[in-house]
C-alpha cells in the first residue's frame, strides 16, 4: 500500500472540469445579478428623503466640529 493519491482519468478530470466550469458561470451570473440589485438600491437610496437626512446631518456636524477647532 503507499500513500500516493490516485490520479483520475482523463476522462474524469475533463467531467469535473465541465462540471467546475459550469458552477463558476453560474456564480458569474448571480453575482452580476447582484451587482445590478446593489446599483439599484443604491441609486434609491440616493434619490430617497433619508439620503438627504443624512447629507443634511453631515454637514451640520462637520459645520459643528469646525466651529468647535476654530474656537480652540
Known amino acids: 500500500m503507499s500513500n500516493?493519491?490516485?490520479i483520475p482519468d482523463a476522462q474524469t478530470r475533463s467531467?469535473?472540469?465541465a462540471k467546475l466550469q459550469e458552477i463558476c458561470q453560474r456564480w458569474d451570473t448571480l453575482i452580476a445579478g447582484l451587482d445590478e440589485l446593489d446599483a439599484r438600491l443604491d441609486a434609491e437610496f440616493h434619490n430617497s428623503p433619508?439620503?438627504?437626512f443624512y447629507q443634511r446631518?453631515?454637514?451640520r456636524l462637520a459645520?459643528?466640529?469646525q466651529?468647535?477647532?476654530s474656537q480652540s
Request: aromatic letters at 0%; zero cysteines; proline letters at 6%.
Open 57 to 59: 446631518r453631515t454637514q
Open 50 to 52: 433619508l439620503a438627504a
Open 15 to 17: 467531467h469535473h472540469i
Open 63 to 65: 459645520t459643528q466640529q
Open 67 to 69: 466651529e468647535s477647532s
Open 4 to 6: 500516493q493519491p490516485k
